[in-house]
């Protein structure tokens, strides 16, 4: 079965105790939406031109100018198909906020890995503590 992004995602763990930070949205999201800022804080995206690198992780659904809990480091459960140790990636195109094993190859595209699957359908993300990066060419 291949990997698969469906959108109906549950926070299993937020990696940041009880009282996680929250920020207000300039961009809906989804819980579970990898979130970046360009502007405010919105939905990251891969795609070259329009990249917003993922720096954080909504823990619940808000529309524009709500205020969410966010976290850089929790575990998210609701994917399908994922393959235990795979590295994952913020998406591409309409994708905004979503994840896949796929590293985009599009120069310019954002290829930093922001987590890695736990198993088929948890991802442990850790988008806090690494270096950005890009597709050259």
């Known amino acids: 079965m291949a990997f698969a992004d469906s959108g109906v995602r549950t926070i299993v763990n937020s990696g940041k105790g009880s009282t996680p930070p929250k920020i207000t949205l300039a961009g809906a999201c989804k819980v579970g939406d990898v979130l970046g800022y360009s502007s405010g804080w919105k ?34 459960d609701g994917y399908t198909g994922g393959t235990p140790g795979n590295p994952v990636y913020v998406a591409e195109g309409a994708n905004s906020g979503c994840i896949t094993e796929t590293i985009p190859d599009t120069a310019s595209d954002a290829t930093t890995q922001v987590g890695m699957m736990l198993s088929a359908t948890q991802c442990q993300f850790n988008v806090g503590g690494r270096a950005d990066s890009v597709v050259s060419g």
């Open 43 to 76: 939905p990251a995206l891969a795609t070259a031109g329009s990249v917003i690198q993922g720096r954080l992780v909504a823990l619940r659904d808000g529309a524009v100018g709500d205020e969410i809990p966010v976290s850089p480091c929790p575990v998210v």
